[in-house]
């Protein structure tokens, strides 16, 4: 059974930095993209970043870039999502899914149960 476990959410002032967690298990192929959705109150769910396990290509939504940095770890299977500079419009329920394939046609299929992100002062 595959799982996804994220951790490191939080609350955090704005200007500050929060470095999420996405602990994969329960799966053996090799070829797979992981990646981050965040799901705001009253808003739909939207792509952050992802990034692949085949050659480490990573791609970030407009909103983040420059900010955010996806970065992983194959030997543990984690793969984690470094927020710098937060703003209160970062504030959402952060989730990770996992899908098989390549960067441009990522299609999640496991989903993690989330970690809530709160930028307030």
């Known amino acids: 059974e595959v799982q996804l476990v994220e951790s490191g959410g939080g609350l955090v002032q704005p200007g500050g930095s929060l470095r999420l967690s996405c602990a994969a298990s329960?799966?053996?192929?090799?070829?797979?993209?992981i990646g981050w959705f965040r799901q705001a109150p009253g808003k739909e769910r939207e792509g952050v970043s992802k990034?692949?396990?085949?050659?480490?290509?990573?791609a970030y939504a407009d909103s983040v870039k420059g900010r955010f940095t996806i970065s992983s770890d194959n030997a543990k299977n984690t793969v984690y999502l470094q927020m710098n500079s937060l703003k209160p419009d970062d504030t959402a329920v952060y989730y990770c899914?996992?899908?098989?394939?390549?960067?441009?046609?990522?299609?999640?299929?496991?989903w993690g149960q989330g970690t809530q992100v709160t930028v307030s002062s």
């Open positions: 329960g799966f053996t192929f090799d070829d797979y993209v």
């Open positions: 899914a996992l899908g098989k394939g390549f960067l441009d046609d990522f299609a999640p299929v496991y």
């Open positions: 990034t692949s396990s085949i050659d480490g290509s990573t």
